[in-house]
């Protein structure tokens, strides 16, 4: 049964230059978008009960607070479940959040990535350092305790003591959960034509994140994943499941879901979404091997890595024997650690996580 699901929300007030989603300023066809989107959960949503729902975008926040209820009341929802909604420090407003709260949603994801005004606006982000002071109030004066925020290093101008900058202000807000990324110049983004300059190198980025994940959990963060921090008791449900590779629903344009054996993504045209919101731009079932490289590769992501038993006994495999080269190669250089129940990335290997998951996949 699948108990978790995504909704895309592509509006934004402005796209940032770092950007590659697919998102877009045409909030006029905000009305015709939600009835494709409803009219999409309709069909495909099999009306069982819901552990996590999670609105992303683009900017979910652009929408009126009776809209999301709109979207919330389609679902059925197990007993305290995790609701996430996306935010942007300019959309927020206190009737709006105290109305959301009200209907259900009990976490805020709100996007700040950097709180250094100069940075901020080279990226075209569309708020201010004392707008991320503002939002955070209101949402805590909404009723929201569990508030993640988004920041990314490696930006253009940013140097490891701005970096400290940003992770200090951080800590004195009180916030529950960082996700935190470094910048890639994605190829449909506008930095992907107009490059930036002073960005950090790779070096740069590799001292930052060992700095960060020093610095976060010497105040009291669990790096529970390679790009997450958590207070005890708020880590992300929702992302979990993808690591944990669950099956969960994606509804709305551009959206990915995982049904079965079957992975999906909905169409990246807003218009062909609209007349036809089941039209999928691709569609295709995994194999057991497939399945099996995917789970190992995003657990890898995870602090508590591979559960080396429940592999074993659901692919019918020696975890050990059938990748010992990799775990020898890995092992050696204290990138990977390995126990009888669990093979995970070190803190240093989390820095060359992709290289090394990389190679357990086919």
Not at 344 to 357: A, D, H
Request: aromatic letters at 12%.
């Amino acid at each position: 049964m699948i108990k978790n699901a995504y909704i895309h929300i592509p509006f934004c007030q402005r796209k940032c230059k770092y950007c590659s989603f697919v998102s877009g300023k045409n909030i006029k066809i905000k009305e015709q978008y939600i009835k494709s989107l409803l009219n999409e959960i309709k069909l495909r949503y099999h009306n069982n009960p819901i552990k996590t729902l999670y609105l992303g975008g683009g900017t979910p926040s652009l929408l009126d607070a009776d809209e999301i209820e709109e979207i919330l009341c389609h679902f059925k929802f197990y007993k305290n479940p995790e609701i996430t909604i996306e935010v942007n420090p300019e959309t927020v407003e206190l009737n709006k959040f105290i109305k959301l709260k009200e209907f259900g949603v009990n976490r805020i994801s709100l996007g700040i990535q950097t709180f250094n005004n100069n940075i901020l606006k080279i990226i075209g982000r569309n708020h201010t350092e004392d707008a991320i002071y503002n939002a955070i109030e209101i949402i805590k004066q909404a009723g929201f305790k569990n508030i993640s925020i988004d920041l990314i290093y490696g930006l253009p101008e940013q140097n490891i003591d701005l970096l400290k900058e940003d992770l200090e202000k951080v800590i004195k807000l009180d916030i529950r959960h960082i996700s935190l990324y470094g910048l890639k110049i994605e190829e449909n983004s506008y930095f992907y034509k107009n490059l930036p300059q002073n960005l950090p190198d790779d070096d740069m980025q590799a001292e930052m994140f060992s700095s960060i994940c020093k610095y976060l959990q010497k105040n009291g963060f669990e790096h529970y994943e390679i790009s997450n921090f958590s207070k005890k008791g708020y880590k992300s449900k929702h992302n979990c499941a993808y690591w944990e590779n669950k099956n969960y629903y994606g509804f709305g344009l551009n959206a990915s879901g995982f049904e079965g054996n079957k992975r999906y993504r909905n169409t990246k045209i807003i218009q062909e979404y609209i007349n036809n919101p089941l039209k999928r731009e691709e569609e295709y079932k995994l194999t057991k091997q497939e399945n099996m490289e995917n789970e190992i590769f995003l657990a890898l992501r995870l602090k508590e890595g591979i559960k080396i038993p429940y592999i074993n006994k659901k692919y019918n495999i020696s975890f050990e024997e059938k990748y010992k080269k990799i775990i020898d190669k890995y092992k050696k250089i204290n990138l990977l650690s390995i126990n009888k129940e669990r093979c995970s990335l070190t803190e240093e290997g989390f820095l060359l996580s992709n290289e090394i998951m990389s190679e357990f996949i086919n």
